[in-house]
């Protein structure tokens, strides 16, 4: 992984405004497939920044490079045509189709009709929307969070290397907001795009960065992890902007893997109870989770549960919605475990397999540590 995208002492000062620098010699580096989040009060600079990315605003002096080539040596239309941009409002055109919306840049570029059919099937299912039930549809028949979806789409039509996404959930209510964030970081996971985003959110920045740019009157205060920003900030301002509940935030950045308790006490729910009785005596479990022939839950038993009458486990078991995917936040997990009735959260794959469980304690430990 190399870098991608360099500011080197970029300055931005606009015309009868020449005391004050809107950008004041910034410079980062922001590594292939990373999300670097531009955050910080209102007029800190963090939008200009990001659109000298594209040349919508020019810079006054300073460099910045895309893939190691000076932005201002390139043709402005072609530099903008090979950035994706995605924008807090969309900008659907209403007298396109969905399909047509996508592909707007791809015929730009003059590609054929049939690659341009592939890359929008392709993206419609990447952002969870099925071509055959809406590349035909106009945007006025989307919710809000479909038509953002669509706006994500089409900034990444023609794979740039390369991606600007200006507020993108900043219009969406609180709950489709935490649903898109969420489903715009498995998207991520998957295509690992080179991603600028403005927010004037720090628990979006947290969220949503590989880095985090932290602004202060064009200046920059600190640029991080958003890991190293919450346990290590560079002085007052940094802590105060990023919340005195610090450690709160950090479980939304860890996921429950990094806390799990592998290989749980399980038993098949076709076992005869007095075995699973056994297991339990056996191991000084308090309780056994119950799974099928392919490991996945269908349950858990207790002592009360063995009190039942009934030949098999699957007779006895107790249903529970006590359970998420490793790959959910610690933040989740907790909020799981203090909602049931549990003292643990069982912890499966993609497959719905047990593969662990979560205690308390152990994200007690992960954040001492």
Request: with cysteine.
């Given at each position: 992984?190399?870098?991608?995208?360099?500011?080197?002492?970029?300055?931005?000062?606009?015309?009868?405004?020449?005391?004050?620098?809107?950008?004041?010699?910034?410079?980062?580096?922001?590594?292939?497939?990373?999300?670097?989040?531009?955050?910080?009060?209102?007029?800190?600079?963090?939008?200009?920044?990001?659109?000298?990315?594209?040349?919508?605003?020019?810079?006054?002096?300073?460099?910045?490079?895309?893939?190691?080539?000076?932005?201002?040596?390139?043709?402005?239309?072609?530099?903008?045509?090979?950035?994706?941009?995605?924008?807090?409002?969309?900008?659907?055109?209403?007298?396109?189709?969905?399909?047509?919306?996508?592909?707007?840049?791809?015929?730009?570029?003059?590609?054929?009709?049939?690659?341009?059919?592939?890359?929008?099937?392709?993206?419609?299912?990447?952002?969870?929307?099925?071509?055959?039930e809406?590349?035909?549809?106009?945007?006025?028949?989307?919710?809000?969070?479909?038509?953002?979806?669509?706006g994500?789409?089409?900034?990444?039509?023609?794979?740039?290397?390369?991606?600007?996404?200006?507020?993108?959930?900043?219009?969406?209510?609180?709950?489709?907001?935490d649903?898109?964030?969420?489903?715009?970081?498995?998207?991520?996971?998957?295509?690992?795009?080179?991603?600028?985003?403005?927010?004037?959110?720090?628990?979006?920045?947290?969220?949503?960065?590989?880095?985090?740019?932290?602004?202060?009157?064009?200046?920059?205060?600190?640029f991080?992890?958003?890991?190293?920003?919450?346990?290590?900030p560079?002085?007052?301002?940094?802590?105060?902007?990023?919340?005195?509940?610090?450690?709160?935030?950090?479980?939304?950045?860890?996921?429950?893997?990094?806390?799990?308790?592998?290989?749980?006490?399980v038993?098949?729910?076709?076992?005869?109870?007095?075995t699973?009785?056994?297991?339990?005596?056996?191991?000084?479990?308090?309780?056994?989770?119950t799974?099928?022939?392919?490991?996945?839950?269908?349950?858990?038993?207790?002592?009360?549960?063995?009190?039942?009458?009934?030949?098999?486990?699957?007779?006895?078991?107790?249903?529970?919605?006590?359970?998420?995917?490793?790959?959910?936040?610690?933040?989740?997990?907790?909020?799981?475990?203090?909602?049931?009735?549990?003292?643990?959260?069982?912890?499966?794959?993609?497959?719905?397999?047990?593969?662990?469980?979560?205690?308390?304690?152990?994200?007690k430990?992960?954040?001492?540590?």
């Amino acid at each position: 992984m190399g870098t991608m995208l360099s500011f080197k002492e970029v300055t931005k000062i606009y015309p009868g405004a020449e005391h004050i620098k809107a950008i004041n010699e910034l410079s980062f580096d922001l590594e292939d497939g990373e999300i670097c989040t531009l955050v910080g009060p209102s007029g800190c600079g963090k939008s200009t920044a990001m659109k000298m990315v594209n040349r919508l605003i020019p810079m006054t002096s300073g460099k910045i490079l895309i893939d190691g080539q000076n932005i201002d040596r390139l043709n402005t239309i072609e530099l903008r045509r090979g950035i994706g941009y995605v924008i807090q409002n969309i900008g659907l055109f209403p007298n396109m189709t969905i399909g047509e919306n996508i592909a707007i840049i791809p015929k730009m570029k003059g590609w054929d009709e049939g690659r341009i059919k592939e890359r929008v099937e392709t993206l419609l299912d990447i952002v969870n929307l099925p071509a055959e039930e809406y590349i035909d549809r106009y945007p006025r028949e989307l919710s809000g969070g479909q038509q953002q979806r669509i706006g994500v789409a089409r900034g990444m039509a023609i794979d740039p290397p390369v991606m600007l996404m200006d507020e993108p959930f900043g219009a969406i209510d609180p709950i489709n907001r935490d649903h898109l964030q969420n489903e715009f970081l498995k998207i991520q996971a998957k295509l690992k795009k080179t991603i600028v985003f403005v927010t004037h959110d720090i628990d979006e920045a947290i969220k949503m960065g590989d880095k985090v740019c932290l602004l202060k009157d064009g200046k920059l205060v600190q640029f991080a992890s958003p890991e190293k920003m919450l346990t290590e900030p560079a002085n007052d301002f940094v802590r105060d902007f990023v919340g005195g509940d610090r450690t709160l935030k950090r479980l939304n950045l860890l996921t429950i893997r990094t806390a799990i308790r592998p290989d749980p006490p399980v038993v098949l729910e076709t076992e005869k109870s007095a075995t699973a009785g056994t297991i339990m005596t056996e191991t000084g479990a308090k309780h056994l989770i119950t799974v099928d022939s392919e490991g996945r839950l269908t349950g858990y038993i207790d002592h009360e549960a063995l009190k039942k009458d009934g030949e098999t486990v699957e007779q006895i078991k107790c249903e529970t919605e006590a359970f998420l995917p490793d790959t959910s936040s610690l933040k989740d997990g907790l909020s799981e475990i203090f909602s049931h009735d549990l003292e643990f959260l069982i912890v499966l794959d993609d497959s719905k397999r047990v593969i662990g469980t979560l205690y308390t304690d152990d994200i007690k430990k992960i954040l001492r540590g």
